[in-house]
């Protein structure tokens, strides 16, 4: 009997870990973008190897990539670095003969939004990306995790990666959410219960009902946070909901010669036996849990959102409140917004741009609030426009960028100023992460918009009717 | 690339005791445009050492004292949050070759190995020594795993898996070693196929 992890871990091993050994572990996709890729290709160029597999290889451009374009419609790059930075992955890529999405593909995006898009992650997977929160793919039952500039020279020479198998640990949650509770208070409320540091050395599964009634975009979003757990990668066992989503994308496996629901069967066994176990299980009510916003400087610093903001235990909470600019005893509700993003890997898909135009429609941007709203990758922007959603946000007041990365690094030029307070959709409050001094509260799509709205936290129900 | 060989060091020590020192206050993430690895050495925890002007702070990290170190010693959970390589790249490009905490981010832990910085996970009381201590004189010592302080402060072994430790020691890298399984993987492949 064995874990899912485990049936996927066995059936990738080249050579088998030993004490003097790591295992050495066979790579089903290898994600890339510009920002953790360079040096890799400098290796390879310095110790003359090739590619091995171009085509488990796939390129995308978002972290340095700018979400304004000038009226001819040429991307505003901060600075020559950042162009500089994309034009070497592009032709990187271009050399080594990898299929590239860049600034002319209409699947350009978010390296975690444009994978699943193009149906290349596949139940079953081992798939990495110079990023960690390639644990996003683990949405699809594949064990997906971030790996560093080395290990992406490793991959892209060998198509293998050093590693030894992480233990398992199950997140069983009973019971329903209450109404209005989203993906993203789910998974803050998991590592607000387990710590940041709760999933170190492990592989999460997540397990129960409330994972297999989301969606494939709220798997994503749990999945996506494993990492803040300290979890190299986070997954839920595939299923219908899984199998439909990627029929007829254009890398899943093709429908035209049948090819597909014999290749569903396959992944039908991909769960975890009854009566197999984890080294440890984490069970939690889903109740209870409530709408949640962070107050501190990581995303364990979290808590529903009218709840009492704890006493500080020790020098370093103490720190990210004073950082915060909050004080045990207060709530999050109430405090005054600056800035508001909604986008990332983690919430810039289809039902988050959804999502935040539904709370936004017939209402307006509170005045002193700057709210900018930044589509996951080309395909959410084009398919949000088809549905009017621009519309609204921007008769809001709003913005409507271009898809990237953007202020969830900072590292394009978006940023917030010191001292903003930012209700953000991404997955870091660290400080400093959305421009030196930037305040981050990290919550859901519905929220971002419900405080843009109000000027202040709050969650949808706080907005009233 | 190989790295220089790291067997037996002493150094006096850098102690940063903030706990959950994350890699965005390593390397800011606006430095990581870069193309290459070398020249991030000076931004190191750029925020906590330089003014939005450019002039310095009086951070501990930018004194001589500091520079002339090997050995950084952090508080609880270091090096958490995002697996950019350029934070062990700076750290080495400051000068460390070795991190001590009583816990290190898993990310974090295995960068630091592929490009030659030895992160030792240490008993909690040495650690509190360690952090009650800054500038004491440290060996390491990873022939035998172990971390001698000064003074009364005591020996301390530490976890280091064989592999890291032959390709520390050698100074060798692991791309080297898993070319040198082309044929095993070629097989996989072949097998996978039918
Ligand atoms: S959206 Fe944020 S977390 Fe996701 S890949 Fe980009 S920078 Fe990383």
Redesign the pocket.
Known sequence: MKTLFDKIWDSHVVTAERAANPATLYIDLHLIHEVTSPQAFTVLRERELKVRRPDRTLATI??STPTLKDPDGEPLYVNEQARTQVATLLSNAAEHGIETHGWDSAHRG???VMGPELGAVQPGMTIVCG???TSTHGAFGAIAFGIGTTQVGHVLATQCLLMRKPKTMAIELSGELAEGVTPKDVILAIIAEIGIGGGTGYALEYRGDVFTQMGMSGRMTVCNMSIEAGARCGLIAPDDTTFEYLRGRPHAPSDDNGDFDAVVEGWRELRTDDGATFDKVVRMDASKIRPMATYGTHPGMAAPIDAIIPTSTNDADAKALDYMQVKAGQTMANQTVNRVFV????N?RLEDMRAAANVLSGRQVAKGVRMIVVPGSEMVKAEAEAEGLDAIIIAAGAEWREPG?SM??AMNGDKAAPGELVVST???NFAGRQGPGARTVLASPETAAASAVAGVVTSVAGLGS | MSNAPLTTLTSRTVVLPAENIDTDQIIPARFLSVTSRDGLGPHAFNDWRWNEDGSPTDHLLNTPEAQASKILVGGHNFGCGSSREHAPWALTDYGFRVVISSEIADIFRSNAVKNGLLPIVIDKGAHRWLLDHPGADVTVDLKNREVRLPGNGGTYTFDVDDFSRHCLIEGVDELGYLDGQAGAIAAYEEARTK
């Open positions: 978002d972290h978010v390296v975690h990023d960690s929160h986008g990332s890997c983690t810039g990365c969830c690094i991404s997955n870091r």
